[in-house]
C-alpha cells in the first residue's frame, strides 16, 4: 500500500478498528473492502481476515453511519452495541438536532437519537469504539450536559428520577422569584397606562425619573438571576451559530431590557420622543416562559409515571430459605435456585416455580385480569404479582434483569425512548426553524423601521416575533405523546418493544392470525377416534401416543394424555422423527406408525379413502382430522379439538367495526380450518400452511401494498412475527416468538389486539394534534407579532403576550398527550 493510501496513525481519532460479522474467507474480505471504499466519508479501509477486523479511516467530520450502512448492505454487518446518555439542557426540538449531530459525528457512533421529552439519548455504535468520554464530551462541545445511563451505571433511574425532581424545584423557585419581583413592574406599568389617576400618583410620589431606575434595577435582577439560565446555554449557542429557544429568549428579553436601559440611563441616544422603556416586557417575558416551564416540566414527569409505577413494583427484599431457617436479603442478593418462602399480601420478588403450598395470586400486572389465579406445586409464579391468601415456597428461576417485571420495564423504555418516522420530518423542519425565526424578527424590525411610526414600536414589534416563535412545542409533540401512550398500553397489557411500530400499527389494514394457541386456548383434546374394522381402538391408540410422546406439539400432547387417561401402558419407539406441518413416524414394538395430516399421506401416495368420510365429516365439525398409519396401511382417523377464546369471536367483530379485515393462516385442513373461520367471523382463511409457507403467506398478502399485522404466540410463528409489517406475539407464547414481535400482549388474551389498535390510533392521533398545533400556532402568530393586523385593525402583539403564549404551547401540547391516559380499554363487542 502506497504512503499515500496508508491508513492514519492509531492516534488519530477518525481511524476505526471495526468488527466485522459474517467474513470466512478471502473473497468475503475483499468485498467489505470495496464496500467501504465506496461509502461516503471514508478516505480509506484494510481488512484483516484473521482478526475478522475492518480498519477506517473517516474524512474528518464524517460520522461512521454510511460506512456501517455500506458493511450492512454488502451482509456484513459490523459488530454494535448501545449506551443512553441522561441530556441536561435541551430545550427545544432545535436543541435535540443539535445534540443527535454532535453524537453522530463522533467517531464510531452509527446512529444516535435523542428523545426531549425524557432528555435521553440513544446511542449505537461500533463495539469498542466511541467510549463515552468521548461521547460526553462531544455533547458538552455543543453546549449540553450528559451523562451515562443503562445497567452500566448502578442506580442511574434513581439519579435521572432525582435530577428530574432537582429540575422541577429549581424551575418553581426561579418562577417564584421572578414572578414576585415582576409583579410591581407590571402593576404599575399596566396600570399607569390604563388609568391616567393611577399614573399620576405614580408620577406624583416616586417620580418618572427614580420609578425607571426601580423598574430597571428590577427588570435587571429578573433578567439576570432566575433568568440567568437563558444567557448560560443561549449565549454559547449564538456564538456557535446555532440558536435555540434559549437565544430567541436571549436576543427577545436582552433586546427590551437593552433598549429599555438606553432609554433611562442615555435617553440621548436616541430619536427624540422614542424614550419609552419596555422593562415590564423584559421581565415578563422570562416570567412566564420560566413558569410554563415549570408547568411543561411537572407534565414531563406524570407523562413518565408509568415506569415510576412499573418499577414500584419489585420488590426491595426477598425472605430466603438457608439451612431451615427464613432469611431476609436484598432483592439483588437472590439467586437462580435459592428457596424463597412468601406470606399472604406480599409481593413476589422474582420468576420461579412453586415447590411448596398452594395461593392465589393477583396477577393484573400481567394479565390485566383482576380475578386472582389458583397456583400449586409445580406452576410458574411471576416477580411483581401478589399472594394473596395461602402461604408457599418456591425456587427462584429467573432473578435481575431476566425476570419478566425487568422485561417489560426495559420494553416500556425503549418504546418511549423510540423515534417516530413521523419525528425525523419533523426534527427537519426544526433544523432551519430558529434561524428563520431570526430572520423574520431582522425583516420585522427593518420593515417598522422604515415604515412604522418609530424605533420603539419596530423593537417591540420585532421582540414579538422572537419569543411568540418557540419550538419547543414541535419538539415535544410527538416523544410527550408516544411516552404515555406506551405507558398507558403497557398498564392494560400492551407492551411495544418497538417504537416505530406504534406508527405502523394505527395504518394496518389486515389483521391475519394464527389460529393454534391465539385464536384457540392452545390446549387440544382427543374427541374422537374412528378405526378400520378389524383393529383395536386401545392397540392403535397406545401405537400413536407411544409415538407422539416424543412430540412437544400441543395436538401430540392431547393424544398422549387421553392414552394415559384410558390406562394404556405407553411404548418407547425405536425411531422417531418428526415432519414439522406434517405428522410423525416412528418404530414402536418393530411396527412402523405414522401419525399425519390428510395432505401429508396422500403425497406419499396412500389411499385413505376408506377413512375419508369420518374424516370429513370430522372437519366439518371444526375438529382437526389426523390418521394413523400402521405398516403401511391406513387403519384409524382421529381427531383433536382446541376451543375457542372466550374473547377471540368479539375482537374478530370488534376489528371489522373499525374497518380491518381478518385472515386466519392454519396448518389445519381446509375444511377444520373453515368451519372454525365460520365461527368467529373471520374474512379469509388460508389453510394447510405449513410453518415455513406462513411468511409466503404473508407476502402474498402484503402484495397490493397493504400494512399487514400478524398475531401468534408458537415457535413456528416467529418467522412470520418478524416477517410482518407489525407482529403481535400472545404473551403466554414460547420467547422466540415474543422476541421476534414487534408488540407483546402479556396476558394472552386478544382483546390486547384491540387495545394495541386503539392505543395506536389514538396516539396518532394525538401527535398529529399536537403538531397541528405547535406549526399551526407559529404559522397564524408570527405574522400576527410581525404586525400584519395592525394596517387593518390597528391591532399590535404585545411581547408579554407573545410570551404568555408561547408558554402555553408548550404546556398545552403536553396536556393535550397526558389525555391518553385516560383511554379505556376496549369492551368487546362496542363500537369505535
Not at 399485522?709 to 407482529?727: E, K, Q
Request: hydrophobic residues 50%.
Amino acid at each position: 500500500m502506497s504512503a499515500a493510501a496508508s491508513p492514519a496513525p492509531a492516534t488519530s481519532p477518525d481511524l476505526l478498528e471495526v468488527p466485522v460479522q459474517g467474513m470466512t474467507c478471502g473473497g468475503c474480505a475483499g468485498r467489505v473492502e470495496r464496500a467501504l471504499k465506496a461509502a461516503p466519508g471514508v478516505a480509506e479501509a484494510s481488512v484483516n481476515l484473521a482478526t475478522k477486523k475492518a480498519t477506517v479511516q473517516l474524512v474528518p467530520g464524517h460520522g461512521a453511519g454510511p460506512a456501517m450502512a455500506a458493511l450492512k448492505a454488502a451482509g456484513y454487518p459490523p459488530l454494535e452495541d448501545q449506551v443512553e446518555l441522561s441530556i441536561s439542557g435541551m430545550t427545544c426540538a432545535g436543541c435535540v438536532g443539535r445534540v443527535e449531530r454532535a453524537l453522530a459525528a463522533t467517531p464510531g457512533v452509527i446512529e444516535a437519537s435523542v428523545n426531549l421529552a425524557i432528555h435521553k439519548a440513544t446511542v449505537t455504535r461500533v463495539a469498542g469504539t466511541a467510549d463515552m468520554a468521548h461521547l460526553v464530551r462531544a455533547v458538552e462541545e455543543a453546549g449540553y450536559g450528559a451523562a451515562q445511563l443503562g445497567e452500566q451505571a448502578p442506580g442511574s433511574e434513581d439519579r435521572l428520577r432525582l435530577e428530574q425532581d432537582r429540575e422541577q424545584a429549581g424551575l418553581a423557585r426561579s418562577a417564584l422569584v421572578a414572578a414576585i419581583l415582576t409583579l410591581p413592574l407590571f402593576v404599575i406599568e399596566m396600570g399607569s397606562h390604563a388609568i391616567p389617576a393611577f399614573h399620576h400618583f405614580v408620577t406624583g410620589t416616586l417620580g418618572m425619573g427614580p420609578w425607571r431606575l426601580i423598574s430597571l434595577v428590577l427588570a435587571s435582577v429578573v433578567l439576570f438571576g432566575p433568568g440567568l439560565r437563558f444567557w448560560r446555554v443561549g449565549v454559547p449557542n449564538l456564538l456557535r451559530l446555532a440558536p435555540d429557544m434559549n437565544s430567541l429568549v436571549v436576543l427577545g428579553a436582552g433586546s427590551a431590557w437593552l433598549y429599555s436601559t438606553v432609554a433611562t440611563l442615555v435617553p440621548q441616544w436616541l430619536p427624540e420622543g422614542t424614550d419609552h422603556i419596555y422593562f415590564e416586557a423584559a421581565a415578563v417575558i422570562v416570567s412566564l416562559i420560566l413558569i410554563g416551564r415549570w408547568f411543561e416540566a411537572r407534565s414531563r414527569g406524570r407523562a413518565g409515571q408509568a415506569i415510576r409505577e412499573l418499577m414500584a413494583l419489585q420488590a426491595k427484599t426477598a425472605r430466603v430459605v438457608r439451612d431451615d431457617r427464613e432469611v431476609e436479603v436484598a432483592i439483588d442478593q437472590v439467586r437462580p435456585g435459592d428457596i424463597l418462602s412468601v406470606r399472604p399480601g406480599e409481593r413476589l420478588p422474582v420468576d420461579g416455580v412453586i415447590t411448596q403450598g398452594q395461593s392465589h395470586l393477583d396477577e393484573a400486572l400481567l394479565t390485566g385480569e383482576a380475578v386472582p389465579v389458583r397456583k400449586g406445586i409445580g406452576d410458574p409464579v411471576t416477580g411483581g404479582t401478589i399472594n394473596t391468601t395461602g402461604a408457599f415456597q418456591f425456587r427462584a428461576e429467573k432473578v435481575g434483569a431476566d425476570t419478566a417485571l425487568a422485561r417489560i420495564v426495559r420494553m416500556v423504555e425503549a418504546a418511549q425512548g423510540a423515534k417516530l418516522p413521523i419525528q425525523a420530518r419533523v426534527d427537519q423542519v426544526t433544523l432551519w426553524f430558529v434561524p428563520a425565526v431570526m430572520f423574520a424578527a431582522l425583516l420585522t424590525f427593518i420593515g417598522w423601521l422604515v415604515f412604522g411610526p418609530s424605533l420603539g414600536v419596530a423593537l417591540v414589534n420585532a421582540v414579538a416575533v422572537l419569543i411568540i416563535a418557540c419550538p419547543c412545542a414541535m419538539g415535544l409533540a410527538t416523544p410527550t405523546s408516544i411516552m404515555v401512550g406506551t405507558g398507558r398500553a403497557a398498564e392494560l397489557g400492551v407492551l411495544f418493544r418497538k417504537g416505530d411500530a406504534l406508527q405502523s400499527l394505527s395504518r394496518a389494514s389486515i389483521i391475519a392470525f394464527d389460529k393454534t394457541g391465539t385464536l384457540t386456548e392452545g390446549k387440544p383434546e382427543l374427541v374422537a377416534l374412528h378405526v378400520r374394522e378389524g383393529w383395536d381402538e386401545k392397540d392403535i391408540l397406545g401405537l400413536a401416543a407411544s409415538l407422539e410422546a416424543r412430540s412437544e406439539h400441543p395436538i401430540g400432547k392431547a393424544i398422549t394424555r387421553a392414552a394415559r387417561e384410558r390406562g394404556l401402558e405407553l411404548m418407547a419407539p425405536d425411531q422417531f422423527t418428526a415432519l414439522p406441518g406434517k405428522g410423525i413416524e416412528g418404530t414402536v414394538s418393530g411396527r412402523r406408525v405414522l401419525v399425519g395430516s390428510r395432505r401429508h399421506l396422500t403425497e406419499q401416495g396412500l389411499d385413505l379413502s376408506p377413512l375419508s368420510a369420518w374424516a370429513d365429516e370430522l372437519a366439518r365439525q371444526a375438529r382437526s382430522p389426523l390418521f394413523v398409519v400402521v405398516d403401511g396401511e391406513p387403519v384409524a382417523v382421529l381427531a383433536v379439538a382446541d376451543r375457542l377464546k372466550p374473547t377471540s369471536a368479539g375482537v374478530i367483530r370488534h376489528l371489522h367495526q373499525m374497518g380491518l379485515k381478518t385472515v386466519m393462516i392454519s396448518g389445519d385442513s381446509r375444511a377444520t380450518a373453515e368451519a372454525v373461520a365460520r365461527q368467529l367471523g373471520i374474512d379469509e382463511v388460508r389453510a394447510e400452511i405449513l410453518p415455513e409457507g406462513k411468511v409466503a403467506e404473508l407476502e402474498r398478502l402484503k402484495a397490493d401494498g397493504r400494512l399487514l399485522a400478524f398475531v401468534g404466540d408458537g415457535i413456528n410463528d416467529a418467522p412470520a412475527l418478524a416477517s410482518a409489517d407489525v407482529g403481535l406475539a400472545v404473551g403466554h407464547g414460547a420467547d422466540v416468538a415474543i422476541e421476534s414481535a414487534d408488540v407483546v400482549l402479556t396476558g394472552g388474551d386478544l382483546t390486547g389486539v384491540a387495545n394495541a389498535l386503539r392505543l395506536s390510533r389514538d396516539t396518532m392521533r394525538n401527535i398529529t394534534q399536537n403538531l397541528v398545533w405547535a406549526f399551526g400556532y407559529n404559522i397564524i402568530l408570527i405574522p400576527v407579532a410581525a404586525g400584519l393586523l395592525y394596517p387593518v385593525w390597528g391591532l399590535l402583539l404585545s411581547p408579554m403576550l407573545a410570551a404568555g403564549a408561547m408558554a402555553l404551547s408548550s404546556v398545552s401540547v403536553v396536556t393535550n398527550a397526558l389525555r391518553l391516559k385516560t383511554v379505556r380499554p376496549v369492551e368487546i363487542g362496542e363500537a369505535r
